[in-house]
């Protein structure tokens, strides 16, 4: 290992209040690994040169958030099968000459659910509400987890007809409209916006059984909408997405250092710091 740290950092509009670098940092003191994480708030227009200028730096690795997972997937000279079956990118890597793209949101949820929650996937009804990015970046790995059904709902139902169509030969997943889930599900994943305006998605409340495992992409140092939903609906158990965001910042770090960190105690750190 050189003098200087080896340079990393996430890039996106807004970024200000982002967990990354503190959760990065964690990896790195836990790992001993010498790294520098920035957080690079690119305006309209921007993302390409401020890429190039963290490049032209001796930058080795960005994550990518809203709104550039597109745009990022475009720069890629390679791109990881999870990324290509996703439509995005959230993780880049200058490696072996170009530069590779990765998506590690997915398999950061369901390593979230079956490692950190316990929650057993394969067999699994799973009903997953919403169609915009996150939900896309999520279908693949769901599927990989091996369940009976993974059905997509979305308030706008056309949409989740034609984001199941995408991914039919994938695994067994079907578009549903709200209207239709009169049935209980093993586990509702809610990777819709409503929870950031403290709102529910209008599905029945039938949806949720007495085993039913409701998991909320958003994190808040409160329990969301969506989750004060599922636990007045007689949920099994719930969890919010902070274990997501850390799970996927694993994958990434296991990308560009090649050592998957120990997440439980990081995670533990960055909840207490939402509070
Ligand atoms: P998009 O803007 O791409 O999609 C928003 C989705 O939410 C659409 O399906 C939209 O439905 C739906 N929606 C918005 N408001 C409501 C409402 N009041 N009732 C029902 N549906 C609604 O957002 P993303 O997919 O990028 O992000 C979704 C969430 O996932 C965000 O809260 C984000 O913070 C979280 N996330 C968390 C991650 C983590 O690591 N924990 C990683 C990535 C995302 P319609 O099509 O009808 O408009």
Redesign the pocket.
């Known amino acids: 290992m050189g003098d200087a740290a080896d340079l990393y950092g996430l890039i996106g509009h807004p970024v200000e209040h982002s967990r990354s670098p503190l959760i990065h940092r964690l990896f790195a003191d836990q790992t001993e690994q010498r790294i520098e994480y920035l957080l690079i708030d690119a305006p309209p227009g921007r993302f390409q040169s401020e890429v190039g200028r963290f490049r032209a730096r001796g930058g080795l690795g960005l994550n990518v958030t809203?709104p550039y997972k597109l745009d990022a997937q475009r720069l890629c000279s390679r791109l990881t099968q999870r990324a290509a079956q996703a439509g995005a990118v959230n993780t880049l890597a200058w490696q072996d000459g170009g530069l590779l793209g990765d998506n590690t949101?997915g398999d950061?949820l369901v390593r979230d659910l079956s490692d950190n929650l316990g929650v057993d996937m394969r067999g699994s009804r799973i009903l997953l509400?919403?169609?915009?990015?996150?939900?896309r970046?999520a279908i693949g790995s769901l599927l990989r987890a091996g369940p009976v059904e993974l059905s997509i709902a979305?308030?706008?139902a056309d949409?989740a007809l034609a984001l199941a169509a995408e991914f039919s030969a994938a695994g067994p997943v079907q578009g549903r409209s709200f209207e239709s889930l009169e049935d209980g599900f093993d586990i509702i994943i809610n990777?819709?916006?409503?929870?950031?305006?403290d709102?529910v998605?209008?599905i029945p409340a039938a949806a949720v059984g007495p085993s039913t495992f409701c998991y909320d992409?958003?994190?808040s140092s409160r329990p969301t909408a969506f989750l004060r939903w599922a636990t007045a609906g007689g949920a099994a158990g719930s969890a919010d997405?902070?274990g997501?965001?850390v799970e996927?910042a694993a994958e990434s770090f296991l990308l560009w250092r090649g050592v998957r960190p120990d997440t439980g105690p990081v995670l533990d750190e960055v909840r207490r710091g939402l509070d």
């Open positions: 809203l949101d950061g509400i919403g169609a915009g990015g996150a939900a970046g979305n308030r706008t949409k990777a819709t916006s409503a929870s950031l305006s709102e998605p209008a992409m958003m994190y997405g902070l997501m965001l996927q």
